[in-house]
């Protein structure tokens, strides 16, 4: 079964860090680019980052370029996200998504159930 | 950056009706790299449409893409029960457009 599960999601204070994990199973993790895409409470999907199968190509939404960094363990399989220097507008859910190529950025066809970030003091 | 703009915000409608879905970007969309996804309250988004009119595997054919350049379309055919969510266009591998809720009239 193809399956995406996200990890490390919680309550944080603003201006800390969190690091989020998404393991990945049933497909073969290097031939695809993967991404991460958050939901604000009650709000609409936002791309956050995307990273290629080899790393080679990595993009960042401008909301988060220079706090955040996407990294990929190809022999993990397994997709990351450092957050630094969150705000309370990072609080969403933040979902793991796998492309539908290997790079630079297609279509999302696979989705994890999410991991929750709230910013909070 | 690309800014994608849907319309209605709200779409109420019966079933079996048919649904009509806008997404206009800001600028033309480079080779109808565009996506439709269906996401249910609680539940992650799933990929209906891709390449503007190209269903996802498993997508019942009621759902249909088309358009190019800065106006696309999604069109339901007719409504079921289980087609009542919200959808989203995107940009491929960036921006989503800000979503249409399918209501039940």
């Known amino acids: 079964e193809v399956q995406l599960v996200e990890s490390g999601g919680g309550l944080v204070q603003p201006g800390r860090s969190l690091r989020l994990s998404c393991a990945a199973s049933g497909f073969t993790f290097d031939d695809y680019a993967m991404h991460w895409v958050r939901q604000a409470p009650g709000k609409g999907l936002e791309w956050v980052s995307g990273i290629s199968w080899n790393s080679g190509s990595i993009g960042y939404a401008d909301s988060v370029k220079g706090r955040f960094t996407i990294s990929r363990d190809n022999a993990k399989n397994s997709l990351y996200l450092q957050m630094n220097s969150l705000r309370a507008e990072d609080t969403a859910l933040y979902y793991c998504?796998?492309?539908?190529?290997?790079?630079?950025?297609?279509?999302?066809?696979?989705w994890g159930q999410g991991t929750m970030v709230t910013v909070s003091s | 950056e690309i800014v994608l703009t849907q319309s209605p915000g709200t779409l109420s409608l019966s079933p079996g009706e048919r649904a009509t879905l806008s997404c206009r970007a800001s600028q033309s969309v480079s080779s109808s790299y565009l996506a439709w996804y269906q996401q249910k309250p609680g539940q992650a988004p799933r990929l209906l449409i891709y390449?503007?009119?190209s269903r996802a595997t498993g997508i019942p054919d009621r759902f249909s893409g088309s358009g190019s350049g800065t106006d696309f379309t999604l069109t339901i055919s007719r409504l079921e029960p289980e087609d009542f969510a919200v959808y989203y266009c995107q940009q491929y591998g960036g921006t989503f457009g800000g979503g249409t809720k399918v209501e039940i009239k």
């Open positions: 390449g503007a009119s």
């Open positions: 998504a796998k492309d539908v190529s290997s790079g630079p950025f297609d279509a999302f066809d696979i």
